[in-house]
């Protein structure tokens, strides 16, 4: 099965929390905090693996979750950080961020990509110790990794795509100047995949030719398969359109000409400027009145029209040849850059670990709820007082007292945090 389209959910692994520990030694008096920070989280990254032509996997698995770093240890004892998590993906995959459809790296090169970076490690309660703290019991968790919602999408990476209505012959065209073996059969819609195949130059050169399955009108509407494959065409520096001369099926050849271009313009205007050479298919059976009433219709446009007959092989070599000559022309095939994040973006997504609410219940209590602070509670030592001034702290700098106040807390309410209640004083 081809599959060319995929979502997936990536996870980088939080950073592993500080520890809380104290020197302990005989005759070693008041050996003082000891806890070592947390290790990093695991980087999700992607790499390109050359024995992978289809995006399938991504069907079956679709959460990638990288591992937490190790929590810190007593003596001073760092944890380890966590291993990154590699995901192999078919080189020319384009991924996106989901809810923004933000480009975050395009996979044609062989350069790894850090899509998803792990969180560095919390302190343990060692490095809060001053002159004037000196048994400090609470420790820092390790940071939240990145996490995204993406869109894999493959884009094949070919020097050449080969467009034009199903059965005009372009399977028959990719077999006989390259090595491809696609099925080839008399009936629409034979090719149901996109096949690459690679075609030699005689002087030692060579350019990658894709067939396209056939386009039909409303196809960049959704209508028939080409929709599904049009993307493949976006890379592609030049577009051979392929034409059934002899009309054998009763269509148009500029009938057919015309849908498709306006198929490729309404798919994208920037494919329908892409270079083009026009290919009049099966001359070995149309009447030389149709090949040059055919011709003189392409030289009208400015273009030129190349004969053959792919099923005898007839022009085919010197197609290669001119095929070869306007690549030698073009720019390399185009890679798409990563798109940084807006700075709206990157304000959100600094401020994940600080999102709260605030509610009062019927009781008079005020609620907090704040997932990223139930991670920092487990670090805290209620019954330690230089613990609760560290809390204290927090939500004075994350702006939960400024929101409390504002919703009209007076002194001796009670707040609730995830069933810790106290009362809140100025």
Same mark, same amino acid.
Do not use: W
């Given at each position: 099965m081809f599959v060319d389209k995929a979502k997936i959910y990536i996870k980088a692994g939080d950073g592993g929390d500080g520890a809380v520990s104290f020197h302990r030694e005989k005759y070693v008096a008041a050996g003082g905090p000891d806890g070592g920070d947390g290790g990093k989280g695991g980087d999700v990254i992607f790499c390109v693996?050359?024995?992978l032509s289809t995006l399938i996997d991504f069907r079956y698995k679709r959460k990638y979750t990288a591992e937490k770093g190790q929590n810190g240890g007593a003596g001073n004892c760092t944890g380890k950080n966590a291993p990154d998590l590699v995901i192999k993906v078919p080189r020319g995959t384009l991924i996106r961020e989901a809810n923004t459809g933000r480009i975050m790296a395009d996979m044609s090169s062989d350069e790894p990509k850090v899509l998803a970076k792990g969180g560095k490690g919390g302190k343990g309660n060692a490095r809060f110790a001053t002159p004037t703290r000196q048994i400090p019991k609470f420790s820092k968790p390790g940071f939240i990794g990145e996490d995204f919602e993406v869109?894999?999408? %493959? &884009?094949?990476?070919?020097?050449?795509?080969?467009v034009g209505f199903p059965n005009v012959g372009k399977s028959t065209l990719i077999s006989v100047v390259s090595a491809a073996k696609p099925k080839i059969a008399n009936y629409h819609f034979t090719t149901l995949t996109p096949v690459l195949g690679v075609v030699k130059v005689e002087d030692g050169k060579s350019f990658v030719m894709a067939d396209i399955p056939g386009l039909i009108e409303g196809a960049s509407d959704?209508?028939?398969?080409?929709? @599904?494959?049009? *993307?493949?065409? =976006? #890379?592609? #520096? %030049?577009?051979?359109?392929?034409v059934d001369v002899s009309g054998i099926e009763g269509r148009d050849p500029k009938e057919d000409f015309e849908i498709i /271009?306006? @198929?490729?313009? /309404?798919? !994208?205007? @920037?494919? +329908?400027? *892409? $270079?083009?050479?026009?290919?009049?298919?099966k001359c070995d059976m149309a009447s030389p009145e149709q090949i040059e009433d055919f011709k003189a219709y392409i030289e009208a446009k400015g273009m030129k029209l190349y004969q053959i007959s792919a099923a005898t092989t007839q022009g085919t070599k010197e197609l290669v040849d001119v095929i070869s000559a306007e690549l030698d022309k073009l $720019?390399?095939? &185009? @890679?798409?850059?990563? =798109? $940084?994040?807006?700075?709206? =973006?990157?304000? =959100? *997504?600094a401020g994940i670990g600080e999102k709260f609410e605030i509610t009062r219940g019927d009781d008079g209590v005020f609620y907090v709820e704040a997932p990223w602070?139930?991670?920092?509670? #487990?670090?805290?030592?209620?019954?330690?007082?230089? !613990?609760?001034?560290?809390?204290?702290r927090?939500? #004075? /700098? +994350?702006?939960?007292?400024?929101? %409390?106040?504002?919703?009209?807390?007076n002194e001796g309410d009670t707040v609730n945090i995830f069933g810790f209640e106290f009362d809140f004083v100025y």
């Open positions: 693996d050359d024995n869109t894999l999408e %493959l &884009k094949l990476l070919a020097d050449v795509g080969l959704g209508v028939g398969l080409g929709h @599904e494959f049009l *993307r493949h065409v =976006e #890379r592609c #520096r %030049l577009i051979v359109h392929v /271009n306006n @198929e490729l313009k /309404n798919f !994208s205007e @920037e494919l +329908s400027e *892409r $270079p083009q050479i026009v290919a009049a298919n $720019p390399p095939i &185009k @890679e798409y850059e990563a =798109e $940084p994040m807006t700075r709206q =973006e990157l304000d =959100e *997504r602070l139930e991670h920092i509670m #487990r670090t805290v030592d209620m019954d330690d007082y230089a !613990s609760l001034q560290y809390f204290q927090v939500l #004075r /700098n +994350s702006g939960i007292i400024d929101a %409390l106040e504002q919703k009209g807390i």
